[in-house]
């Protein structure tokens, strides 16, 4: 007979083991997870100007900051509220913490071209000293960053004055020691490199290398390595251009290093493949390692295969076992390990594919979504249109859709589940698909790295959302 107390110990054990699990999986980004609102920053006003529309979002490291880049050419860099984050619970709070102009138009005279200021892509590097350094890109020119704080100032100078005006060596009668004084705190942005004159085609990717020493900038055509102290030279290591530009038949839409591993690299194409390469093998990695291609099934075959096929953005996984590929229509988890089809696939507006012929006649067919993986690696979030994003549970297999909308622009107001009705009768919290508004998109997304607090770039709007514990 069994013993009574092991009975229910083993009950006790049980209960404890679900409730940590529970927990777990709430933290993990899991279905069970009801998302709130937190901050959203940026005006509220209906009418937008261009050059404020946002175009990138990254958080840092260790999610303490979060920078914004724009088409004004602007970096906002927001930094973690010191209360928000050793609060209990946590929450998700950011205060703007820099802002500075990284880009300016510019004219090509060679080739009669504009280039816009417009900020790419912003990757931050490893925090080796008490100052930030970031990478930002517009469609030609790279620019290394040093973010820094200064709260001291010098006092005391005998060559100059306060204001710094020379003083008169006449007047010089004695020798004074300089002070250190404290001030109040500034923020100093400064640009340490510019990586210029190597693409010759629109850059839409830059990735530093695990090696925190190299980087990579992949424009159509052409992916180069930079190493961070060498601004005059670089070295092409993907080269897709054909001797005739008339066969050109694909182009690089996004490139990046592995997490762990600094001689792999992966890029996608607009075919809707993925190459990795590893830079052991050759110096010039035209020939790739390895290729993920999902075979066409030919009961879909339409005229806008190719362009939904084609992927806007690839993203390996904080582990380095997987990666994400978005497409127009999909979200698909690859492993590594195998190429032959991606291990698991997300549809993440299928109520789309009837909708093709306006969306191409509007050219929303060609927008380019960017997708990212939560901390843990067991959630996937990417962008859709009327402001909705869309957040995977790879555990449970669950779906949420969710909006960035004005208003539950409160704090702690918990976010609704939007549905999308595709015809017959519309239920009450339903939107139907031709009331859709496709001016307004979620193309930028990103998940701080160990915590469940995500920032989504709406037009000229950065919202911030939490789980609500």
Same mark, same amino acid.
């Given at each position: ?8 110990? *083993? ?17 993990? !980004? ?8 937190? *901050?959203?920053? !940026? ?48 929450? !998700? ?82 020798? @004074? ?15 340490? @490199? ?17 090696? *925190? ?60 493949t993925i190459r990795l390469c590893d830079m052991r093998s050759a110096a010039l990695c035209d020939q790739h390692s390895k290729l993920f291609e999902e075979p066409e099934d030919p009961t879909n075959r339409s005229f806008f295969s190719e362009i939904i096929s084609s992927i806007s953005d690839v993203k390996l996984s904080?582990? !380095?076992?997987?990666?994400?590929? @978005? ?9 590594? *390990? ?33 997708c990212c993986w939560s901390g843990n690696d067991s959630a996937i979030m990417t962008g859709s249109y009327n402001n909705f994003f869309r957040v995977f549970d790879r555990t449970t297999k669950r779906d949420l859709t969710l909006e960035a909308a004005r208003d539950i622009a409160k704090p702690k107001t918990l976010l ?39 920032a989504v770039a709406a037009t000229n709007n950065l919202f911030l959302f939490q789980d609500k514990l």
């Amino acid at each position: 007979m069994k013993n009574p107390s092991n009975i229910m110990r *083993q009950s006790s054990l049980t209960k404890l083991g679900s409730m940590i699990n529970t927990a777990v999986n709430k933290r993990a !980004g899991n279905g069970d997870i009801q998302w709130c609102f937190s *901050q959203v920053k !940026g005006t509220l006003e209906d009418d937008v100007t261009e050059a404020d529309i946002i175009s990138c979002v990254e958080f840092n490291h260790d999610g303490d900051l979060l920078a914004t880049g724009d088409k004004g050419g602007r970096v906002v860099i927001f930094q973690r509220d010191p209360i928000s984050k050793n609060s209990i619970p946590r929450r !998700g709070e950011y205060n703007v913490y820099s802002t500075f102009q990284s880009h300016e138009p510019e004219f090509d005279y060679l080739k009669s071209l504009e280039i816009e200021e417009k900020i790419n892509k912003i990757r931050w590097l490893k925090r080796k000293n008490p100052a930030h350094f970031l990478l930002s890109t517009n469609d030609k020119t790279i620019k290394l960053w040093k973010v820094s704080e200064r709260d001291k100032r010098v006092e005391g100078y005998n060559t100059k004055e306060e204001n710094g005006t020379i003083r008169d060596p006449a007047c010089i009668t004695s020798l @004074r020691v300089p002070t250190i004084k404290p001030m109040e705190l500034m923020v100093e942005a400064s640009p340490r @490199r510019i990586f210029a004159n190597a693409h010759t085609y629109h850059i839409n990717s830059i990735s530093v290398n695990s090696d *925190q020493e190299t980087y990579l900038s992949a424009d159509d055509l052409r992916i180069n390595l930079w190493h961070l102290e060498i601004t005059d030279q670089s070295f092409n290591i993907v080269d897709i251009k054909p001797t005739n530009m008339e066969e050109l038949t694909e182009v690089i839409t996004a490139a990046e290093f592995h997490p762990a591993e600094c001689n792999v690299l992966v890029y996608s194409s607009s075919k809707g493949t993925i190459r990795l390469c590893d830079m052991r093998s050759a110096a010039l990695c035209d020939q790739h390692s390895k290729l993920f291609e999902e075979p066409e099934d030919p009961t879909n075959r339409s005229f806008f295969s190719e362009i939904i096929s084609s992927i806007s953005d690839v993203k390996l996984s904080n582990s !380095g076992r997987y990666m994400i590929s @978005r497409d127009y229509l999909s979200v698909k988890v690859w492993d590594l *390990q195998m190429e032959t089809k991606p291990v698991e696939c997300y549809p993440v507006h299928e109520y789309l594919r009837s909708k093709l012929c306006s969306l191409y006649e509007n050219d929303c067919i060609f927008d380019k979504f960017e997708c990212c993986w939560s901390g843990n690696d067991s959630a996937i979030m990417t962008g859709s249109y009327n402001n909705f994003f869309r957040v995977f549970d790879r555990t449970t297999k669950r779906d949420l859709t969710l909006e960035a909308a004005r208003d539950i622009a409160k704090p702690k107001t918990l976010l609704k589940p939007r549905k999308v009705c595709t015809g017959g009768k519309r239920k009450k919290d339903e939107i139907s698909v031709d009331c859709l508004d496709f001016n307004k998109k979620i193309l930028h997304t990103t998940w701080h790295p160990s915590e469940n607090v995500v920032a989504v770039a709406a037009t000229n709007n950065l919202f911030l959302f939490q789980d609500k514990l």
